[in-house]
């Protein structure tokens, strides 16, 4: 899963930190099954729950998107993007480009940095109808102190799940592809598909924000996982 998600992709003004319902998609979301937040676990004695069942047509669509993603050992994951001073057609198109692998490979983000180019963008959508937001040199201006701990998988990480701790509420400032400053207050969900996305943005993956033994069984998991078609 990966950079999966999917939400307020309106990029909320409204600086409440409260905890916005925090959103999780309920059946929707365990279809998608992308990059990162699963943010309902699935019950671990329930194989089926884990793995579900995909249309033919949407698994074929979702695998052609992986096909695009950097995986884990590519070097570019590892690299800190550099800040975006041209918002040309070039940046819009590669957000639009971002935002349709992302829909494909049923994320709820993905970071520039996961499809190879060095910029600081990335794109999510946290809930399946919203529209997707993306965010350009964003800048993590304020994080609430009170953490938990939910499920990410990361659409760079096959086969990975593994609990992180983050801060709940975050205030974020950034640019849209227009330039235009925006501001975002999240939280819950959106707030850690922000912070999970910002982090690929430093070359920073979930693995270096979790136990030691959870790290040793998510490289247990990755070399087991099948070779991304
Ligand atoms: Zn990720």
């Not at 905890?19 to 194989?47: C, F, K, Q, V, W």
């Amino acid at each position: 899963m990966a950079d999966q998600a999917t939400d307020e992709a309106s990029l909320d003004t409204q600086a409440s930190p409260e905890p916005s319902t925090g959103a999780m998609p309920e059946a929707e979301e365990r279809e998608r099954d992308p990059d990162e937040l699963d943010p309902e676990e699935p019950e671990l004695d329930d194989p089926e729950l884990e793995e579900p069942e995909l249309d033919p047509e949407v698994a074929a669509r979702r695998a052609a998107a992986l096909a695009h993603v950097r995986k884990f050992g590519d070097p570019v994951l590892r690299t800190r993007a550099r800040p975006v001073d041209r918002f040309d057609d070039a940046l819009r198109e590669e957000i639009m480009r971002m935002g349709q692998l992302m829909n494909d490979a049923l994320g709820v983000g993905l970071a520039a940095t996961q499809v190879g180019v060095l910029n600081r963008v990335f794109v999510y959508r946290v809930q399946p109808d919203a529209v997707t937001a993306a965010l350009v040199n964003p800048e993590l201006e304020w994080v609430g102190d009170d953490e938990e701990i939910m499920e990410e998988g990361c659409l760079s990480l096959p086969d990975v799940h593994v609990d992180v701790e983050r801060p709940i509420h975050v205030r974020v400032r950034a640019s849209n592809e227009y330039g235009e400053p925006i501001m975002i207050e999240a939280s819950g969900l959106e707030a850690r598909v922000i912070q999970h996305e910002i982090d690929h943005l430093n070359g920073v993956l979930i693995l270096e924000r979790i136990s030691r033994q959870q790290r040793k069984e998510a490289m247990r998991a990755l070399r087991e996982a099948q070779p991304a078609a």
